[in-house]
């Protein structure tokens, strides 16, 4: 079975540009969950989606919004990009809505200059 | 905000040295989640705690939760190159559904 994708794997932008990331989870996994982890730190947590709802915010922006498709697939957009959003964004799967058992994916990898 | 402090942060040892990387907390944590990480990857799962107390064993690695759960500890047993990346811990402060990551352990075992 495949894991979870999230395309496209590197992104390039200027700031002020809006970008759209991508995710598929692991087929049967219903809830998904974005983080970004900017380098040197840990993954930070930015939402979760469970059966097409969003079920739990981090602490960022209004300009950061997500939302799940009848698939369960999953798009994080990001507007009037700032050159600190440059990060690793990291979409992560589970079966059912718990964190216990999340599956990454590898990431797509955005710079904004 | 719930904090994991991770130590050390970076760590560089010889194949089949011995190692305990340490996830720290002032917070009571409902599950404690270990990853490994290597470069241009997402973390990949290695273990899940949830009772106070628990050690779990996986091949040469054990991990340990806190009574209190407030803390976890990740030992290494005869490292090996394969093992290097970086050791991220996760936990779920109270059911909330969201992961509060440490910064990690960047560990190095060299030939």
């Known amino acids: 079975d495949a894991g979870v994708t999230q395309s496209p794997t590197h992104l390039i932008k200027t700031r002020g540009q809006q970008v759209t990331l991508r995710c598929s989870p692991i087929s049967g996994h219903k809830s998904v969950s974005w983080y970004q982890q900017v380098l040197g730190q840990g993954p930070q947590f930015i939402f979760q989606y469970y059966e097409k709802e969003e079920r739990g915010r981090g602490n960022f922006p209004d300009r950061f919004s997500a939302r799940q498709f009848p698939n369960y697939s999953s798009e994080l957009n990001v507007n009037a990009l700032l050159l600190g959003d440059s990060a690793l964004y990291l979409c992560?799967?589970?079966?059912?809505?718990?964190?216990?058992?999340?599956?990454f994916g590898p990431g797509t990898r955005l710079t904004v200059l | 905000t719930q904090l994991l402090e991770q130590s050390p942060q970076f760590l560089s040892i010889q194949e089949g040295e011995n190692l305990t990387v340490y996830c720290n907390s002032s917070s009571v944590f409902s599950s404690l989640q270990w990853y490994r990480q290597e470069p241009g990857e997402g973390p990949v799962l290695l273990v899940t705690v949830v009772t106070g107390g628990e050690v779990k064993k996986l091949k040469r690695l054990t991990f340990q939760f806190g009574d209190a759960r407030k803390d976890s500890s990740l030992h290494i047993t005869a490292a090996q190159p394969g093992d290097t990346g970086l050791y991220l811990c996760?936990?779920?402060?109270?059911?909330?559904?969201?992961?509060?990551f440490g910064k990690g352990t960047l560990l190095t075992v060299n030939p």
């Open positions: 992560a799967s589970s079966l059912v809505r718990t964190v216990n058992e999340q599956f």
């Open positions: 996760a936990g779920e402060p109270g059911s909330n559904y969201k992961l509060t």
